[in-house]
């Protein structure tokens, strides 16, 4: 409880900079990861979007846009912070709904939603959380939909890839182990039918649970 309190606090005071840090350092690779998601999930007219942990809400405006008045779009974060500079965003968008969850118990009804996305936060849920959290994307879909996980790819650049296992190491040597060596097998636990694509770029992949339509 005392750690949870504490990622709390970091990312309530971390949204005060979250997207100048991200602007100064790869604005143009977020935009191009973005747009990857985007056409990976399509969204279309009237469906209901779920984004967990949205952070300061960058897809939602996205989102809003495709799926037009008659849709959904809702993101759930456990940060206050992260939810005040999305409400700054999204404030002109009335098909947009945010909300102050914990993603190991989403407040939603089953088969609610028609894709649930994630973009570069789902690694750094606890290993139990992460569990629980994929449970509850399952319950929350609609059958033969998608949840959508985008993280990045291993780099190619030598000190950018040690930046990057030293974040997988900072979440212990047992859950970098896993996501080195197999990265779905987490997913499969709990969704049978499991995919991974990788962007044009290289540098971004989408691994994609579908809820089958007899589960």
Do not use: W
């Not at 977020?30 to 469906?47: C, K, M, V, W, Y």
């Not at 037009?68 to 809702?74: A, Y």
């Not at 780099?155 to 060596?181: A, H």
Request: proline share 2%; aromatic share 10%.
């Amino acid at each position: 409880m005392k750690i949870r309190k504490y990622r709390v606090k970091y990312y309530n005071f971390f949204s005060h900079f979250y997207d100048g840090f991200i602007a100064l350092h790869s604005k143009d690779l977020q935009q191009q990861a973005r747009n990857f998601l985007i056409s990976t999930i399509n969204p279309r007219g009237d469906e209901t979007i779920l984004d967990i942990c949205t952070g300061t809400g960058s897809l939602l405006p996205l989102y809003a846009e495709k799926v037009g008045e008659k849709g959904r779009v809702i993101g759930i974060d456990f940060s206050s912070g992260m939810l005040q500079v999305a409400r700054q965003k999204t404030k002109h968008l009335n098909n947009v709904l945010l909300v102050l969850a914990d993603v190991a118990a989403l407040p939603l009804g089953s088969t609610s939603v028609d894709a649930v996305s994630c973009s570069h936060a789902f690694y750094e849920l606890k290993q139990e959380t992460a569990t629980s959290c994929l449970r509850e994307v399952k319950r929350v879909l609609k059958k033969d939909r998608a949840f959508f996980m985008m993280e990045h790819e291993i780099p190619k650049k030598r000190f950018i890839r040690f930046l990057y296992y030293l974040r997988l190491l900072s979440m212990g040597s047992d859950r970098m182990r896993e996501i080195l060596k197999d990265e779905t097998r987490r997913f499969i636990e709990v969704f049978t039918n499991v995919g991974k694509v990788v962007s044009p770029s290289g540098k971004s992949k989408i691994i994609i649970s579908r809820k089958n339509q007899k589960v």
